[in-house]
């Protein structure tokens, strides 16, 4: 069974432009998230998508956008790029374990952002 | 506001030694805990999940829950140089979200 799929794994953009980051969950996973982590912050939730709508968000601005297809793939766009947005952009796949209530989540490889 | 704190090391064992990680969290309805290994320049790897109070044992790796005092640990067993990474402690967060320690560097010395 293939992992998380994410691409591209390495990015450098200019300040003020703007970047979409891809992620392919593993095969019958529905929900995807995405996190942002920082040597200072640590790992920081972004968003939620499940079934194609944003189901939960974290405390970022407007700027971070996100949202999944039909297919359960999901896109990340950080508009306006600024300096702080260097970071490691980590996706995540979960699936809800049958008769536990709970969930466990899979992190694809993460696309390395530097913002220059 | 949920929280889960670690202690950032960096913990230092020798090689066949015990490594103890721990990690406290503030929501006391906390139910399920996951401890994730990432090694430098790559990901972090869901190496244990544990749902209910008392002791989860995987190979190497045993995983306690104290629900009472809020605490949270991994113990790695007959510890290796491949162990050295960091470990990061994660719980549910109030927006179905998880929400993650700063980790601990664990460095295993041969």
């Known amino acids: 069974k293939a992992g998380v799929t994410q691409t591209p794994r390495y990015l450098i953009k200019t300040r003020g432009q703007q970047v979409t980051l891809s992620c392919s969950p593993i095969s019958g996973h529905r929900s995807v998230s995405w996190y942002q982590q920082t040597p200072g912050q640590g790992l920081q939730f972004l968003f939620e998508y499940f079934s194609e709508t944003q189901r939960n968000k974290g405390n970022f601005p407007g700027r971070f956008s996100g949202r999944q297809f039909s297919n359960s793939r999901s896109e990340m766009n950080v508009s306006t790029l600024e300096l702080g947005d260097s970071a490691l952009y980590l996706c995540?796949?979960?699936?809800?374990?049958?008769?536990?209530?709970?969930?466990?989540?899979?992190f694809g490889q993460g696309t390395r952002l530097t913002v220059v | 506001q949920k929280e889960v704190e670690q202690n950032s090391g960096p913990l230092s064992v020798p090689e066949g030694a015990i490594a103890s990680l721990n990690c406290t969290y503030s929501d006391r309805g906390s139910q399920s805990f996951f401890w994730y290994r990432q090694y430098s320049g790559k990901s972090p790897e869901l190496i244990m999940s544990?749902?209910?109070?008392g002791d989860k044992e995987d190979g190497r790796f045993t995983a306690q829950l104290n629900k009472a005092s809020q605490y949270v640990s991994l113990l790695i067993r007959d510890s290796q140089p491949s162990d050295s990474a960091t470990y990061l402690c994660a719980g549910p967060g109030s927006q179905g979200n998880l929400i993650f320690g700063k980790g601990t560097k664990l460095s295993v010395k041969p």
């Open positions: 544990i749902y209910s109070n």
């Open positions: 995540a796949s979960s699936f809800l374990i049958s008769g536990t209530g709970n969930t466990e989540a899979f």
